[in-house]
């Protein structure tokens, strides 16, 4: 079976965004800014075309990988559905995570401890729009 990759002649793959959509744009950035620390990367308005986007992270491309999120003018809230799963970031100590999300806000719906079955140990976040954000014990 031959994998992909490799694109032809242009070196590797590489993964760069993920795309939410939101019901509030500003309220989304404030969240992934000043709850979960991430930088507002940039944004673009797209009147004509009815939307906007913001990209927020750790870090740019190439090095890192961003979200993307989208507001639809006029549209406030989406039903998530039952395939999309979590988005996963790395903190060297989840708990004290835990508690600076809880302390600025955010919503912890599963506290830290170890996955079930092993020893990693895990907890749960939801943002404004309902996506579960997990956080992953790595050491920095």
């Known amino acids: 079976m031959r994998t992909l990759c490799k694109a032809e002649h242009n070196g590797p793959m590489r ?15 404030d969240f992934y800014t000043r709850v979960l620390g991430m930088k507002l990367l940039r944004t673009t308005e797209r009147p004509e075309q009815k939307y906007s986007l913001a990209f927020v992270g750790y870090g740019t ?3 890192h990988a961003e979200l993307e ?16 799963g979590h ?6 100590d989840v708990a004290g995570a835990c508690e600076r999300i809880r302390a600025a806000g955010g919503r912890i719906t599963r506290e830290a401890g170890p996955v079930q079955g092993g020893s990693t140990i895990i907890a749960f976040v939801q943002d404004p729009d309902g996506y579960k954000i997990e956080l992953i014990q790595r050491d920095a």
């Open 15 to 29: 993964f760069l965004h993920t795309m939410l959509r939101v019901g509030d744009l500003q309220r989304s950035v």
């Open 69 to 84: 999120l989208t507001y639809n003018h006029g549209v406030s809230s989406y039903e998530l559905g039952t395939a999309y």
């Open 87 to 92: 988005i996963a970031l790395g903190v060297p």
């Open 61 to 63: 491309n190439p090095d």
